[in-house]
């Protein structure tokens, strides 16, 4: 019997409507007989209300605080009464609701009282995004006649206590959900289980990461041995932009697990960059969908390197980033220089984005998020002091306002002149090209310009791989259908 395991994201699952449409999918699906576990996150905004709950408790302002809670209260209690008509049923979710808002009244009085939210607080209060969602969600369920249980991840998914951005410990995961959800599974039962949460193995909750849920739903699928991974979203598919970007964006019918790393890596929100770890290995195929529009067949994501003949598939653009350069003299032929700043921005907090070196060897920059890179600029220059007395550095700049785009895709490898053709037309177009970058992997190619041209560079690029993408759905070589 064939066994999915899906993830609805915060707009899929962000009303009473979606939420119905959400629980016509999983009805469809149980149908034709597959065994399901679903994965959800919280209703679209209730993340962000939480983390703003958070910084109004830690300081003292109570009335916003209260106010979310009861906004939270009556998105939740809004999609019970439209979708929930027995009384009693009602009565039992709604109860469970409001003593899961009593837990984050007080916890939010507890940060007022502390005068600070640490990251640890801060997991334990977005924590209720999910738990309320998944309740809400399988109680509709249940009342549909669907053979449903909420499940709380905290109790399978065993991360490291990195808060805000754990990482899950494999072994200790996985043994707990073959031993523990997957005999329910295979007795007919579906879990409605919370995304983006775990716990540390005393029990502590963290979070995955803003995002996170799609990595959640990828480890499930894993240990759960699915056939396929489906995250339904609120878009056909993975675009060759971000519709939000540029409205020319169109559904590409299959990426590779590499390209979708790449993509996900530099700024396209579709999928968060940790979700094809977990199936990579075990070759388990992803399919991005979505919920509002489920005749479409959406992305397939496979091990394929390439299905297509297209070699410029898709344009990511990061925004909120800052470019460091360390530059001097007396770098050339210095060892170590490199390594001791990468080490300190790793002790600052920060990981890198991209990475470039002048062939000169005398400059080489990188690029970190925003509100970290003044710790960052303080930490490397603190760490080459001593080089930068005896003027073999000169300094360490910081620029802003600028930002990261990326082009994707597998055909650029052994495709010479690609980095030739994008450079030229950057040029062409007056677009002043700051830092350039080639991953390994050869499937991407990542480079800085202004962030006043991130719209313009953004459109021309996607007008190179629209060429090539409407060539390939011209010879059939796109469809992997
Ligand atoms: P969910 O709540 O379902 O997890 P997200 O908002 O996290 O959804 O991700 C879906 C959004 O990602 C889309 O609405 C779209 O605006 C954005 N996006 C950015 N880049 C791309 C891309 N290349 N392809 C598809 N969507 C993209
Ligand atoms: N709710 C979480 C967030 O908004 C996780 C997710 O939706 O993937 O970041
Ligand atoms: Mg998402």
């Known amino acids: 019997m064939a066994r999915f395991t899906m993830k609805f994201g915060g707009t899929s699952v962000g009303s009473a409507e979606a939420i119905a449409q959400v ?23 209730v993340t962000d209300m939480l983390l703003d709950s958070a910084s109004a408790a830690a300081s003292g302002r109570q009335d916003a605080y209260m106010e979310i ?21 009602r009565d039992a979710i709604r109860a469970e609701v409001n003593e899961l808002l009593k837990g984050h009244r007080e916890l939010c009085e507890a940060v007022s009282i502390l005068g600070e939210a640490t990251p640890r607080i801060s997991d334990a209060l977005v924590s209720f995004g999910e738990r309320l969602s998944s309740r809400v969600i399988a109680a509709v369920m249940a009342a549909k006649g669907l053979s449903v249980r909420q ?10 206590n ?40 005393d029990g502590i909750l963290t979070t995955l990461g803003r995002g996170g849920s799609d990595f959640s739903a990828a480890i499930f699928a894993a240990c759960l041995r699915s056939d396929e991974l489906i995250i339904w979203t609120d878009v056909d598919g993975v675009m060759t932009a971000d519709p939000r970007l540029d409205e020319r964006a169109r559904v590409l019918p299959y990426v590779s697990y590499q ?52 070699v410029i598939k898709a344009v990511t653009g990061i925004r909120d980033v800052s470019m460091l350069t360390v530059s001097g003299p007396g770098m050339l032929g210095v060892p170590g220089i490199a390594g001791r700043t990468f080490l300190a921005t790793a002790k600052a907090g920060a990981s890198i984005l991209m990475i470039s070196q002048a062939s000169s ?8 998020v925003d509100p970290l890179a003044q710790n960052v600029k303080e930490a490397v220059e603190a760490e080459l002091r001593r080089e930068i007395l005896h003027n073999d550095i000169d300094s360490v700049d910081l620029l802003s ?23 030229s037309l950057l040029g062409e177009r007056s677009i002043n ?49």
């Open 401 to 423: 306002d600028i930002v990261i785009i990326t082009v994707v895709g597998a055909g650029m490898r052994g495709t010479p002149g690609i980095a030739g053709r994008v450079f």
């Open 259 to 310: 390209e979708i790393g790449e993509l996900a890596f530099y700024g396209a929100k579709v999928l968060h960059p940790k979700t094809v770890q977990p199936i990579i290995t075990r070759d388990i195929p992803l399919r991005v969908r979505n919920t509002f529009n489920p005749a479409h067949p959406g992305t397939m994501v496979g091990a394929r390197a390439q299905a297509s003949e297209t």
């Open 23 to 45: 629980v016509d999918i999983v009805g469809d699906h149980l149908g034709q007989g597959r065994q399901l576990a679903v994965v959800v996150s919280a209703m679209a905004g």
């Open 69 to 89: 809670n009861a906004t939270i209260a009556a998105m939740h209690l809004a999609v019970i009464d439209a979708l929930i008509k027995s009384p009693s049923d």
């Open 361 to 368: 060897e005398q400059s080489f920059c990188f690029t970190v």
């Open 433 to 481: 090209v700051l830092a350039i970058a080639q991953g390994s992997s050869e499937c991407s190619i990542s480079f800085i310009v202004a962030e006043d041209d991130l719209e313009r560079a953004v459109g021309e690029l996607h007008t190179l791989a629209l060429e090539t993408v409407e060539n390939d759905r011209a010879t059939g070589l796109a469809s992997p259908y």
């Open 162 to 201: 990195v808060f805000q951005n754990a990482d899950p410990l494999w072994d200790e995961t996985e043994s707990r959900i073959v031993d523990g959800l997957l005999p329910e599974l295979e007795s007919g039962v579906t879990p409605i289980i919370t995304g983006f949460i775990g716990a540390t193995p």
């Open 151 to 160: 499940v709380d991840s905290n109790d399978f998914i065993v991360t490291d």
